[in-house]
């Protein structure tokens, strides 16, 4: 069991591929929370989840996402591994035609809200010197999609993003990565995301830091 008694929090388990990662990690052990803003969602997941220890709220207000972390360590006195599994599809129009508001919305769920896990999350590795955050991006991070071209833009940023974490943390003892995924369900599965993520966030890969992964293949 790679990840055996490992305190894990999945932020965005309630989507496709957070019920694949959190399936996988369950099996390899692991103590797996996540959070959703939404009741509903919540529910599904205990419904087809034994063992997973479920936090309403919203990680992308920063207040909110200070409890979830606060409530994590009461609850289980520390924090292993974060995986950040945030933002969904977004399509509609061309750059040029788009207004502001549209523009800031997919930004803020896309973009916005990963820093926000990572300043709050962070933070505490950082102060036990010790941890695994792991962010899940996507192919069109590389590919600049027509008329969904916010998801493009966002997902660069959350390249650099890692990259800027990884340089400014390099000196402490946290693996910070980011793995960008095909379409999944027709490239690739949720569970094979989880396989991969859970041996990425294993002791067997002591030595992958950061490091943006493509699983699709460019």
């Known amino acids: 069991m790679k990840l055996k008694d490992k305190v894990v929090y999945i932020a965005g388990g309630s989507g496709k591929v ?13 103590k797996v929370i996540t959070s959703s803003r939404f009741k509903e969602k919540l529910d ?24 979830i972390r606060d409530e994590i360590l009461k609850s289980f006195n520390r ?20 207004d502001l508001k549209t523009y800031e919305n997919v930004m ?14 962070l933070k505490y590795m950082v102060e036990r010197n010790e941890g695994i955050y792991v962010l899940i991006g996507g ?9 969904a071209g916010l998801i493009s833009i966002a997902g660069a940023g959350e390249i650099m993003l890692t990259k800027v974490l990884s340089e400014e943390l390099k000196e402490y003892k946290i693996r910070i990565n980011e793995v960008l995924l095909p379409t999944v369900g027709k490239d690739i599965s949720a569970e094979d995301v989880g396989k991969f993520l859970a041996y990425l966030c294993s002791d067997e890969a002591y030595m992958v830091k950061g490091q943006v992964i493509s699983l699709y293949g460019h």
């Open 139 to 147: 192919f069109h991070a590389n590919v600049p999609l027509k008329n």
């Open 79 to 98: 924090i292993d591994v974060v995986i950040a599994s945030i933002g969904s599809w977004w399509e509609g129009a061309r750059i040029i035609d788009l």
């Open 44 to 67: 599904k997941l205990r419904e087809d989840f034994e063992n997973l220890f479920l936090i309403h709220g919203n990680i992308g207000d920063e207040l909110d996402a200070i409890r």
């Open 108 to 121: 803020f769920d896309r973009l916005t809200t990963h820093f926000i896990c990572a300043k709050t999350f």
């Open 18 to 30: 957070g019920r694949g990662i959190i399936k996988v990690f369950l099996d390899e052990g692991a």
